[in-house]
T-cell receptor
Framework: NAGVTQTPKFRVLKTGQSMTLLCAQD?????MYWYRQDPGMGLRLIHY???????AKGEVPDGYNVSRLKKQNFLLGLESAAPSQTSVYFC?????????????FGDGTRLSIL | AQTVTQSQPEMSVQEAETVTLSCTYD???????LFWYKQPPSRQMILVIR??????QNATENRFSVNFQKAAKSFSLKISDSQLGDAAMYFC???????????FGKGITLSVRP
């Protein structure tokens, strides 16, 4: 069972470059999320989606865009990467009726911006 | 807005001993859920235990148990018979019943001494 798969696992970018992180889930979950993890900050929500074609801002959305064109995929884009976006990025998903259900996480993407 | 506080950045425990990790939260909601996630060096986010606010009984999963004090808004994790594999970062997380978004604490790094 794949669960939540993130691509790529590591990436190094130069300031100003753009890239897209891909998240794919095979659990037919309605909700998907993008977090960033920084030392001493825990995980902070960037954007999330409650269904195909819908997205919403989280706690730290600036500098990122997302798209959910297919239910199983949630893309996170950096249009012009900045060193402050150096972080570990996690994607997660959860089912529609998910009050007490945990979010399922991917293994993370380590992104370095030089 | 909900907040989750993990005030201890690091803790250490002797193998086979018991350790308690603290977490407090702040919310005006009555319907909510609490989680502890473990993040080992592999970077995976692993659900350790969950607690529904409406349940008075403390959740238990093998060597892991919680002390849920609703009035004090406290949700501590007790690890009994600590093992070397328990060494990891532990995150406390919160979500309301009406909202799928998780709010994380900053995490605590647990080391286990052999």
């Amino acid at each position: 069972n794949a669960g939540v798969t993130q691509t790529p696992k590591f990436r190094v970018l130069k300031t100003g470059q753009s890239m897209t992180l891909l998240c794919a889930q095979d659990m037919n979950h309605e909700y998907m999320y993008w977090y960033r993890q920084d030392p001493g900050m825990g995980l902070r929500l960037i954007h999330y989606s409650v269904g195909e074609g819908t997205t919403a801002k989280g706690e730290v959305p600036d500098g990122y865009n997302v798209s959910r064109l297919k239910k199983q995929n949630f893309l996170l884009g950096l249009e012009s990467a900045a060193p402050s976006q150096t972080s570990v990025y996690f994607c997660a998903s959860s089912p529609l009726r998910s009050s007490n259900q945990p979010q399922h996480f991917g293994d993370g993407t380590r992104l370095s911006i030089l | 807005a909900q907040t989750v506080t993990q005030s201890q950045p690091e803790m250490s425990v002797q193998e086979a001993e018991t350790v308690t990790l603290s977490c407090t939260y702040d919310t005006s909601e009555s319907d909510y859920y609490l989680f502890w996630y473990k993040q080992p060096p592999s970077r995976q986010m692993i659900l350790v235990i969950r607690q529904e606010a409406y349940k008075q009984q403390n959740a238990t999963e093998n060597r892991f148990s919680v002390n849920f004090q609703k009035a004090a808004k406290s949700f501590s994790l007790k690890i009994s018979d600590s093992q070397l594999g328990d060494a990891a970062m532990y995150f406390c997380a919160f979500k309301t019943g009406a909202n799928s978004k998780l709010t994380f604490g900053k995490g605590i790094t647990l080391s286990v001494r052999p």
